[in-house]
């Protein structure tokens, strides 16, 4: 038995085969896709739409500070200079760097090429203004790169964890708080740098140099002849 065709020949209309179990997944994705748009958008324009006059000025110092990472080149080069652990944590957090910005750039960006944020439509304020970049706006660079380098060298030296985390936090927002970045791109970017740092911690373990090879090493401990309690003097008998 043949299916049911119109004058034209055609099999569509009410009588038609059930549409590929495909194709609606594909529409439920786009959807789901849409409606996170939306909520990115309306984030966005939440953050524009406040006024923050005395954070302006510091975010915007922050968001061109932290361009080409020379934050994290800055704090590098610091711990470089206070010891064998921080120097291992400096060149961990360097090569996180590295390899974060290289996925960024030359996958992220290149692959899902979304526009940047205009500014203009959403009223974000000039005085927040920082020069727009020609890039793609998906996944934050900034925020990838700031991200890997806090996660690596907090690892290696747990004591700086918390202090670079919530840099990197602030590096994150700046971008959606100076217009140039959706607040979906700065998530995006965090993720990548979480594993780009990862990445270099594994590099590290498995790296020939034994330097680096001992990043999860803990702090040695006191040998046991400096725990040692001191001698009490032998107490004086008179005769």
Do not use: C
Not at 10 to 35: E, F, K, M, Q, Y
Not at 150 to 167: E, F, I, K, N, R
């Amino acid at each position: 038995m043949t299916e049911p065709t119109n004058a034209d020949g055609d099999t569509s209309g009410p009588l038609a085969p059930a549409p590929a179990p495909r194709r609606s997944r594909g529409r439920a994705l786009d959807a789901v896709l849409g409606d996170l748009r939306a909520v990115d958008g309306a984030l966005y324009a939440a953050v524009a739409a406040t006024s923050t006059p005395t954070l302006d000025r510091a975010l915007r110092r922050l968001s061109h500070a932290a361009d080409h990472s020379k934050i994290s080149l800055a704090i590098a080069a610091a711990l470089a200079t206070a010891g064998a652990r921080p120097r291992r944590a400096a060149l961990v957090g360097l090569g996180a760097v590295a390899m974060t910005s290289a996925a960024s750039n030359l996958l992220g960006k290149r692959l899902v090429r979304r526009a940047r944020p205009d500014r203009e439509a959403a009223r974000v304020t000039v005085d927040r203004y920082v020069p727009m970049p020609a890039s793609a706006s998906f996944p934050s660079g900034h925020t990838a790169s700031a991200v890997a380098f806090a996660t690596a060298v907090g690892v290696v030296l747990p004591v700086t964890a918390v202090p670079l985390g919530a840099l990197a936090g602030a590096v994150g927002y700046s971008r959606v708080h100076t217009g140039v970045h959706y607040p979906g791109d700065v998530a995006a970017g965090a993720v990548l740098g979480i594993a780009g740092a990862a990445a270099a911690l594994a590099a590290a373990a498995a790296s020939p140099v034994p330097d680096l090879r001992s990043v999860y090493s803990p702090p040695r401990a006191p040998s046991r002849a400096r725990m040692r309690r001191p001698r009490q003097p032998k107490a004086f008998t008179a005769w």
